[in-house]
């Protein structure tokens, strides 16, 4: 197991883009740690992300998918 923080577990793990990307890459990126999700903004990957467990992540893009939210 490893033992590092999320946050820095993150650091190393492959970030990619939605399929729902703009060509001009105006959009996010996510990573999955474990339980967790990482959000990153593509143009501004160096900053702070976001991290949200997993199951916050797929309640929200189901609500996005199904117009509830």
Request: with cysteine.
């Amino acid at each position: 197991m490893n033992d590092a923080p999320i946050a820095d577990r993150f650091r190393t793990k492959d970030w990619f883009k939605s399929s729902y990307s703009a060509a001009d890459n105006e959009c996010v990126e996510v990573s999955h740690v474990a339980a967790w999700v990482g959000i990153r903004d593509s143009k501004a990957f160096t900053r702070d992300r976001l991290t949200v467990s997993a199951d916050a992540f797929t309640i929200f893009i189901s609500s996005v998918k199904d117009g509830s939210r």
